[in-house]
């Protein structure tokens, strides 16, 4: 039975057409993947669903009636829920209260009777959940499991899943997998949007390629492979193995001994890191989010004070030194893990967010002035030598998509051929094609010899692109393992923070150095 | 993409007039409940402010204060910090040149008087460096901080013209007239307004420079717009707020000493009637332009300054004057939703366009 039906859905923004006569079918208990780069129309189309935005023209049936979907929560009466990438949840209540909160507008409300309710609602689904935790304790997966009880509670049928995994461990991945199919199973329909690819192949029935805001093609699972989504989704082919080329090790450039630094709650985020670091080499640093990455990048480009250790760039310690006096005299390049919080000024233009370390010093600054011809020249050049698709260096960034933003921090960070290249999440958020891009550009510059540290939270990004890979867990280096030998296994056991040694009889064995 | 552009050049000035306009003609209304011809009444406010020898003056004379105020809380904005305490600087700043102009004696004119503005402007940048050290080292909030000094300005001088300053034998609590090589020249014969107003438009028009070419500018700019990205490429952000709270107070504080040196030429306990709450709505009306603070300050000091004889000469009481002020900031707040909507959707479809258009 065909449950969910999209007729021609046109979404216009101005001039521009977000959605391009979208017409979709997707069948009661199915996983349906939409698939898209980033801009591709996915969420446009999503929010049109979930009666967020309404269409231009264009028609959605449910099980054959034409519905109208003014807002979300008509949208929920009609059972259609939205679990959001980033949750909508209030972290100081329980997973209860959480859960029926704004379903109730009675004076009284049973709390007790809502937390049976909710309890036999997550064991109907095996979504475990103990109902009277409170939600900021819970971790990142069981959060996402919440958000879930939480529309179902509302009684949807139709589940959007806006990008669910990227938040989550390979374990809670595995999980959430299981959930999603027992719901299939129940005769949920599930829209499950992802630019992952393993894990659209791994989970869902059918697949909807969008590209700039038209449905490219909608196959069977079976009849395709990764290759072939890629392409229908860039247009062009995509090279999934990088051609990393010979590693050529140099002499150690980075020392850090014995690193002890604390959060912003004062709390100990690294406890004990000791690496070295090599001209011409990638040390990526594999972990979940929050186990002491961000601490490790920021010590070392001076935004965070070391508690113990020592860190020495090239043999001189630079523990001590100032953020300015590491960028003045240092060739340090550091793409920070959030390009528009951190990496930006959003409304500044292009040509002066590439100043933004530079700006006192010569050329751009002369005499007391900035020399905005030197800048914009400046901005000119670097924009072609990026590829930053923009109207001209005078545009805000704030106006630029994700991918050409990371190229202004690249153009800025990876000029003056910087000895040590810090990468924070240098690819979050971005699509096939930036992705590919900025790698590219990584490997370049560790061919030209500069050491790189590449972390992410993302797996298999740091087995593609580290020579050797360290494992953080709770501010530990679980180990340093050389990435030729080191497999998915092992590094996503060293992340749950076990030893691998224990648990050896139950993954295949690998070597570690 | 050329018309966005030009819109947005435009954009700026078009709302507030729309603004001020719609303010007029809303008032326009409050005046006909008086029984009094909004005709008559306009043609007067504007002739005795913009149009006549004296409604000039009069209009320069109280757009100087308002000018200088406005281009400190603008300095202050840029850098993320909303300045509310203009009120206690330009009284801190009208004591600075007092003391100047009436304790140090003997000097020509050409080194009193800037002396005398060198006081006030230090007296008023201690004062937003106050807050400027709480908000940048201590962390609170600097709109309290400077509401807060506000009233503990206020109260010095209030006990130091009552007490060690006194003029013997005043009949209200002032303080002596200040050295005349001390006084701000008179520009127009016979009027009121004196050189502050060069004070202020050279002030404004220097910051603009500063802002558009200067290292500085920028640096004020990124730490206003983004702290942890100032952070990230290691500048100082406590040390530019510190520094953008002292000028800030320090134009406050010129002000303040151009009440003093060029119109009441002594201190008292109310040389501003308000000017530092004014200065705020005038920074934020000008939307972070500096030739925006000028046409600004100039509107709201005429409306002050055609106030006056609109009550002694058509019988309408001041308060309409201070409704058509209010009704001015209540629309030109609203144009401003409106636009950012308005822009937020241009942004959005140049955003989208690109991707669109040439793929990455």
């Given at each position: 039975m065909v449950h969910l039906r999209l007729e021609g859905i046109t979404k216009r923004f101005g001039s521009f057409v977000?959605?391009?006569s979208i017409s979709l079918e997707v069948q009661s208990g199915e996983i349906h993947a939409i698939l898209g780069e980033n801009g591709a129309g996915k969420t446009t189309l999503m929010n049109v669903l979930s009666g967020l935005y309404q269409p231009d023209s264009g028609q959605i049936h449910l099980e054959g009636v034409p519905v109208h979907l003014t807002s979300a929560n008509d949208a929920i009466q009609h059972g259609i829920g939205m679990i959001h990438q980033h949750f909508m949840l209030v972290?100081?209540?329980?997973v209860a209260e959480n859960i029926v909160l704004g379903t109730e507008f009675g004076l009284r409300l049973n709390l007790r009777q809502k937390m049976e309710q909710v309890r036999s609602m997550s064991n109907r689904y095996r979504l475990?959940?103990?109902?009277?935790?409170?939600?900021?304790?819970?971790?990142v997966g069981m959060q996402q499991r919440v958000e879930i009880l939480k529309v179902l509670y509302r009684g949807a049928r139709v589940l959007i899943l806006d990008?669910?995994?990227?938040?989550?461990?390979p374990l809670e991945v595995e999980s959430l997998f299981i959930i999603l199919r027992q719901l299939a199973a129940a005769g949920h329909t599930i829209l499950f949007i992802s630019h992952k690819l393993d894990e659209l192949l791994n989970l869902c029935d059918k697949v909807t390629v969008l590209r700039q805001g038209q449905v490219v093609e909608t196959l069977p699972i079976?009849?395709?492979?990764k290759e072939i989504l890629a392409q229908l989704m860039v247009g062009r082919k995509v090279l999934f193995?990088?051609?990393?080329?010979i590693p050529n090790p140099g002499s150690t450039i980075l020392d850090v001994q014995n690193l002890y630094v604390k959060d912003d709650r004062h709390l100990?985020?690294?406890?004990g890191v000791t690496f070295q670091l090599r001209t011409g080499e990638i040390l990526g640093i594999a972990g979940?989010?929050?186990?002491?990455q961000r601490e490790l990048a920021d010590a070392i480009a001076g935004l965070r004070s070391v508690a113990e250790g020592k860190i020495c760039l090239e043999g001189i310690d630079?523990?001590?030194?100032?953020v300015r006096q590491r960028i003045q005299q240092l060739h340090i390049g550091y793409i920070p893990e959030d390009r528009q919080r951190?990496?930006?000024?959003?409304?500044?233009?292009i040509a002066k967010n590439l100043i933004l370390?530079?700006?006192?010093?010569?050329p751009f600054c002369k005499n007391w002035l900035l020399q905005d011809s030197i800048i914009d020249a400046h901005a000119i050049h670097a924009i072609k030598q990026f590829d930053?698709?923009?109207?001209?260096?005078?545009?805000?960034?704030?106006?630029?998509?994700g991918g050409n933003q990371q190229k202004v921090i690249l153009a800025r960070e990876l000029s003056g051929h910087p000895k040590l290249i810090i990468a924070m999440?240098?690819?979050?958020?971005?699509d096939v094609g930036a992705t590919e891009y900025v790698q590219k550009q990584l490997l370049i510059e560790r061919q030209r010899g500069a050491a790189i540290l590449y972390i992410s939270t993302e797996l298999e990004e740091v087995m593609t692109m580290s020579d050797r890979i360290a494992v953080m867990y709770r501010g530990q280096f679980m180990d340093i393992l050389d990435a030729a030998h080191a497999t998915i296994e092992t590094v996503g056991v060293l992340m749950m923070g076990e030893k691998v040694s224990k648990v050896l009889d139950t993954i295949p064995a690998t070597t570690s150095t | 993409m050329k018309t966005n552009q030009v819109s947005n050049a435009f954009l700026p000035f078009l709302a507030p007039m729309l603004a001020i306009v719609a303010a007029l003609i809303v008032g326009a209304f409050l005046i006909a409940l008086t029984g009094v011809n909004p005709l008559h009444a306009y043609t007067i406010l504007f002739r005795e402010s913009l149009a006549n020898y004296y409604g000039i003056g009069n209009t320069l004379t109280k757009m100087a204060p308002l000018l200088l105020t406005a281009s400190g809380v603008l300095v202050g904005l840029r850098a993320g910090q909303l300045n509310i305490g203009g009120e206690g600087q330009i009284h801190m700043g009208g004591l600075g040149a007092a003391l100047v102009g009436l304790?140090?004696?003997?000097?020509?004119m050409w080194i009193h008087i800037p002396l005398a503005l060198i006081g006030g402007f230090l007296l008023g940048a201690i004062w937003g460096g106050i807050a400027g050290y709480l908000k940048a080292?201590?962390?609170?909030n600097e709109v309290i901080t400077t509401l807060l000094l506000n009233y503990i300005a206020l109260n010095i001088i209030s006990y130091l013209v009552q007490r060690?300053?006194?003029?013997?034998?005043?009949?209200?609590?002032f303080t002596p007239i200040i050295s005349d090589s001390a006084k701000l020249p008179i520009?127009?014969?016979?009027?009121?307004?004196?050189?502050g107003i060069f004070i202020g438009l050279i002030a404004t028009m220097v910051l603009g420079w500063l802002f558009r070419r200067s290292p500085l500018g920028y640096q004020i700019e990124v730490v206003g717009q983004n702290p942890t990205a100032a952070r990230y490429a290691g500048m100082s952000v406590s040390r530019t707020i510190m520094f953008v709270m002292a000028l800030a107070g320090g134009l406050a504080g010129l002000a303040g000493a151009g009440e003093v040196m060029?119109?009441?030429?002594r201190l008292f306990?109310?040389?501003?009637?308000g000017y530092g709450y004014e200065a705020v709505a005038i920074a934020l009306l000008s939307r972070g332009s500096f030739t925006g603070v000028i046409f600004t300050s100039l509107f709201f000091g005429a409306l002050r300054s055609g106030a006056n004889v609109l009550q002694r000469e058509?019988?309408?009481?001041f308060t309409i004057v201070y409704a058509i002020q209010g009704l001015t900031v209540l629309f030109i707040a609203i144009s401003l939703a409106v636009e950012s909507n308005l822009l937020h959707r241009v942004s959005l479809r140049m955003n989208r366009l690109k991707p669109a258009g040439v793929k990455l």
């Open positions: 977000a959605n391009d972290p100081q209540l329980s475990q959940v103990d109902p009277s935790a409170i939600v900021g304790d819970l971790s990008e669910p995994t990227a938040v989550l461990t079976q009849s395709v492979t193995s990088l051609d990393k080329g100990p985020a690294i406890e979940v989010d929050g186990n002491g630079i523990t001590e030194w100032s951190i990496g930006l000024v959003m409304n500044l233009s370390k530079a700006f006192k010093q010569l930053v698709r923009a109207i001209d260096e005078q545009v805000s960034v704030s106006n630029l998509s999440q240098p690819c979050r958020g971005l | 304790y140090v004696h003997g000097l020509p080292f201590r962390g609170v060690p300053m006194i003029e013997p034998g005043a009949a209200s609590p520009l127009m014969p016979g009027g009121l307004a004196h050189a060029g119109l009441k030429h306990e109310t040389i501003s009637p058509a019988g309408i009481p």
